[in-house]
């Protein structure tokens, strides 16, 4: 398994430009990216060990940050 962060611009760089004018005129697009990232961010740390944490815990984690990119992405294609 990867534990290569899954940030939002390698895995949408073509919405790069995109992600941008969003986060900046809608509030809960913003807010989205952010839940995100802080998301991503304890993704990592779990899968790297830097911060354990229990199979069913990373797993559910992992399960969040797929919903959220869903939503994202499902902006984005607005």
Do not use: G
């Amino acid at each position: 398994m990867s534990h290569t962060p899954h940030e939002l611009a390698e895995d949408f760089p073509a919405d790069a430009e995109r992600i941008s004018q969003l986060k900046q005129s809608n509030a809960h697009f913003a807010r989205l990216v952010e839940e995100y990232h802080d998301l991503n961010r304890t993704v990592h740390r779990a899968e790297t060990q830097v911060e354990p944490t229990s199979d069913a815990h990373e797993s559910e984690l992992r399960r969040r940050r797929v919903v959220l990119k869903d939503e994202i992405r499902r902006m984005l294609d607005a």
